[in-house]
């Protein structure tokens, strides 16, 4: 939004793909305030993605929602999507987001919105009286579990490694939950359950034996991974597969520029995100003027 934005500010001729029905991704399932965006605060994700909305509605640039890319072609710039249409630019802003990583275990499709929660914002009612569990050793999984102790008759934090990669305030709080136990050099290997998740089979890295444990909930936080499937083999990608750019947000490909969290692994919020949409515009303007 920010880059398209800047495009028109700067009377490019300027069209945004979106694959979903509405403009947001991830901001879509962001549960908590946001207060730390410079200019304005939301309660969520979702009412800063409003005010964002709002802000472009009188612009003049051409937005196409439910349109899903089935084809890049980076060098010669061109998007097919899905639905046969094809499209040309003389430059594109790749701004794909990230999208949550999975265990990729048996059950973890079947029990999704069945046990196997989203957040712990806004699903800490659902737990109320429950035995939960959280996978993840990062600020995010710390965080959800003492969120989700609030309601649940307990929180078991699984984590594969013995160190954590939280903040200190963070996993200081939550040792010192008495609703919290924390698992560590533990592995989720498969969720169990009829129509409902009910129990969760665990393997110890460290001692080889396998328990299952009574979960009636379970909430994922092991990270994120990129949405760039649809580029690799055309632009350089580092190990964890995020977009390479240069100081000007372009990729190894002229006039192809990346912005956002696929391009930011290292510090990746809204604010930066924004900048970079900004400063990819103003760049691609004075290329393009040159």
């Known amino acids: 939004l920010s880059a398209a934005l800047w495009s028109d500010e700067l009377g490019l001729k300027t069209l945004l793909l979106e694959e979903n029905a509405e403009l947001g991704g991830q901001l879509l399932r962001t549960y908590n305030a946001i207060e730390n965006h410079l200019g304005t605060q939301a309660k969520n994700g979702r009412e800063l993605r409003d005010i964002f909305v709002k802000q472009i509605e009188d612009r003049s640039f051409t937005i196409k929602l439910s349109s899903a890319v089935s ?13 046969g249409e094809r499209f040309s630019a003389r430059a594109l802003i790749l701004a794909t987001g990230v999208r949550r990583r999975k265990l990729n275990i048996e059950g973890e499709e079947k029990f999704k919105n069945k ?24 600020d995010a999984a710390f965080e959800n579990a003492l969120i989700l102790a609030k309601r649940a008759k307990s929180v078991v934090l699984i984590h594969r490694q013995k160190d954590f990669r939280a903040r200190a305030e963070f996993i200081e709080q939550t040792k010192n939950n008495p609703k919290i136990k924390i698992l560590t050099d533990s592995v989720v ?8 998740l009910e129990t969760v089979k665990i393997k110890n890295s460290q001692t080889n034996k396998t328990q299952v444990f009574p979960f009636e909930a379970v909430l994922i936080r092991i990270g994120v991974e990129p949405n760039t499937e649809l580029f690799r083999g055309q632009i350089d990608l580092d190990e964890n597969g995020y977009i390479k750019i ?14 956002g969290d696929v391009a930011n692994p290292l510090a990746p919020t809204v604010s930066s995100a924004v ?16």
Do not use: P, W, Y
Not at 189 to 196: A, P, Y
Not at 247 to 253: A, G, H, K, R
């Open 71 to 83: 084809e890049v072609d980076l060098e010669n710039k061109t998007i097919l999507q899905t639905s």
């Open 275 to 290: 900048g970079m949409g900004a400063a990819a515009a103003k760049i691609i303007f004075s290329k393009l003027i040159s």
């Open 246 to 259: 240069d100081q000007t947000c372009e990729t190894s490909v002229k006039e192809i520029f990346a912005v």
């Open 115 to 138: 046990g196997i929660i989203e957040s712990g914002k806004r699903d800490q009612d659902s737990v109320r009286g429950k035995n939960a569990a959280v996978v993840g050793g990062g």
């Open 189 to 196: 290997q498969k969720f169990i359950g009829g129509e409902h």
